[in-house]
């Protein structure tokens, strides 16, 4: 998907919610466990129910391949589903990957080309030859992980490496890698403060942002720090929109609550318009 397609879709619904796929058995309502593919059953109903009020969607890998065939069955689905039926959503492949050359290669094969995600979140951690084979996907887009909103971050990602911050290296760094215009960063809502001074270095780039919510982030911390004149930003909301009910109505309840989100933001942008 281009970029400016997202852009238009976010203008359109006055929304940058990217609501994320974290399914798991052991918190959805106990009716759907009685189906064939709960989690699909489930990720049907809450795409359904929010797809209006959001422009993207974040399927956490992890949370599929803990059940094993029948989990990546599920994931395989789910993007089945999101492609043929609201084809204008921006796909997040969350996976975390990032290897040597060729295996990096199989990577991008893998989701890009099987699942037919629109990006991937890629550890950057090995380096170029790590990440440039994401990168040679035309309009496919690889989302680094720059400074992420977990309490681990500060153990690596803010320690001074000859004086700089290891995390704004890694932002200047990936600025020299071959396709770098299809990079985007994670950068968690609970390191806002920070998006200041992540702003000077990527002034235009996408940022992911998790940790809205749940996690503690201020929505409008991130908009007055990180957003953009073409916005910018996927600010990422899961647990507060999926598990908000376990009842027979929980789509309904995730629906109101990914609108809730999308008036706030709708808020932000015409605050920003007029700034």
């Given amino acids: 998907m281009k970029i400016e397609h997202l852009i238009s879709q976010i ?4 929304s940058f919610l ?21 989690i699909f059953e489930f990720n049907k109903a809450i795409i359904d129910a ?3 009020y959001s422009v993207a969607y974040k ?4 949370f599929y391949e803990a059940y094993g065939l029948p989990g990546w ?3 395989e689905r789910t993007m089945e589903y999101l492609n043929a039926n609201y084809p204008e959503l921006f796909t997040i492949a969350d996976a975390k990957r990032g290897d040597i050359g060729n295996t990096s290669t199989r990577y991008a094969k893998a989701f890009f080309e ?3 995600f629109d990006s991937i979140t890629i550890a950057p951690y090995m380096g ?6 994401f990168l040679e996907f035309e309009d496919r887009h690889t989302i680094l992980l720059a400074l992420t909103s977990n309490e681990g971050a500060f153990d690596f990602q803010t320690k001074k490496l000859e004086g700089e911050e290891l995390y704004k290296q890694v ?14 960063y994670v950068v968690g809502a609970t390191k806002a403060t920070y998006l200041q001074e992540i702003r000077e270095i990527v002034p235009e780039s996408f940022l992911l942002v998790p940790g809205v919510g749940a996690q503690g982030g201020s929505l409008q911390d991130v908009c007055k720090y990180g957003m953009t004149k073409n916005i910018g930003l996927l600010v990422n909301s899961s647990r507060g929109i999926l598990y908000a009910s376990k009842e027979s109505d929980f789509a309904e309840i995730a629906a109101a609550k990914a609108e809730e989100i999308q008036k706030e933001m709708e808020h932000e942008l015409e605050i920003y318009i007029q700034s």
Avoid: F, W
Wanted: hydrophobic share 25%.
């Fill in 18 to 38: 990217c609501v994320g796929l974290d399914t798991d058995l052991e918190k959805i309502p106990e009716h759907l466990l009685k189906e064939e593919d709960p």
């Fill in 11 to 14: 203008r359109k619904k006055k």
């Fill in 171 to 184: 932002l200047k760094t990936s600025k020299t890698y071959k396709g770098s215009e299809r990079l985007m």
């Fill in 114 to 116: 099987t699942m037919d």
């Fill in 73 to 75: 069955k599920s994931l």
């Fill in 50 to 52: 929010t797809h209006q």
């Fill in 59 to 62: 399927p956490n890998i992890a």
């Fill in 128 to 133: 170029k030859d790590s990440v440039e084979p």
